[in-house]
């Protein structure tokens, strides 16, 4: 275990009456802050001597220095969370769970399993795989890969956590200041001495900056620790239905796969097959489509930018804080952050969000099928399994939970697959692969109602949108020979007929 490099603003560790006292403190704290008056305030020097500080050695002192500097004169975050903090935090809770490295034979099993799976595609669907190569992770190479995308889906429930921490910490200061109380804060550590009659305003305003930096460590720290676990349990790169990876790469994770493989009567590489086909033909569909992707993300977004926060809760709970511990921040941050009750915009994102979802599983449910029925005996109870580890409450349902208090459930897979397997039904692959081709086409939740009515009128579409066309050219071309070219005016001479006026058939426009 590596040690902390030594301090040079703390007494030697070796030396046993070298342990810190309020003197040493103060003037740590004065670095920190750059006010060099906190070194003789007496207020201070007391309230270090209550917290203990003279029991503290030197190494323990080391860490709080590096926590409150990174508090107090760390610099201000550009977005709402650092990603690289939270990519840390991610590793390590990877490693505490347990996380292998990639041996070559599962990078060669895997390789082969995408492989094979890919010519089976092909013979299920005329979308084409994405031009990426396939990947096998770790489990951290799949938090390193896809964390960028979950910073941008997470990003505006970050930017309202600051926003409610803001807002309690200014309903504080404000009540302090309304019972003669603002001077106390001048006896917290790292807090400089509050003179009487101080504008809450002018303190909150220099006090911004460091609630910024405890939200984007504090929701860093939640990110990382909700990703992190998430890398537990996904068995590859899309699982969760959201497009992840930029590329569209496939990615398989061997360990999560083997995990999963022992609870099943299969074998493994039936297994490995049937969620090989899966996530290529996920890869597929957001290759394919590529709106889908930024609908799913907007969708997300959208029902994270209009979330509620309990300000009064967020209130008590930082009430009596330390600010120099982001662990206690975020414990006490960590659960019953949102309000309870959606909004009418988060239901129709919501709506939105649980459609497109269902839609893309749906279709995967089906292709997948496809795909692998004619050569894996046992498709068809991994399709069942991969079905229940969904609906008992799966990866995506979790990260939701913890990230934008959303309470995803899969509720309406087994529509969309019905859906899509009604169009195979009525005209093939290429009738139901048509309903990725623009966002208008695609289905909706009312649609997964009426699965039927859909497919009719997809069949209708077609014909309908030919005739409702050459109805309009045909009214175009009367109404300009009407308009533009009378036939009683010799001036105009002969339009594209011939000069008797009779005609080989319809002018072209």
Known sequence: MSSLPPDPALPDPDDEGSRPGPD?????????????????NPQIKAALSAMGGMDLDPAQLAIVRQQMEAMFSGPTPDGPLDPAQATDMARRVTAASGDTSVSQADRKALGEAVHVAQLWLDQATDFEAAAAAPQVWSRAEWVEATMPAWIQLVGPVADGVTGAMTSAMR?????????GGLEQLGSVPGMPAIPPGTDPSMLMSQMGPMVQRMSAMMFAAQTGQAVGTLAGEVLSGTEVGLPLLSDHAVALLPQSIAEFSEGLEVDPAQVRLYLAARESARSRLFTAAPWLAAALTSAVQAYARDISF???AIAAKVQGLDPSDPAALQQALGTDLFATEPSDAQRRALDRLETALALVEGWVDVVADRATRPHLPQAEALGEAVRRRRATGGPAEKIFAQLVGLQLRPRRLRDAANLFAALESEGGAELRDSAWAHPDVAPTSADLDDPLGFVERVKQG???DFDAALAAWLEGTETGASDETPDDDPSNGPADGPADGSSDGPRNP
């Open 24 to 40: 040493e403190l103060a003037k740590m704290l004065a670095d920190l802050v750059g006010d060099p008056s906190i070194v003789d």
């Open 171 to 179: 309903g504080q200061l404000d009540d302090l200041a309304e019972h």
């Open 310 to 312: 309990d300000v009064d």
């Open 462 to 464: 077609a014909s309908d």
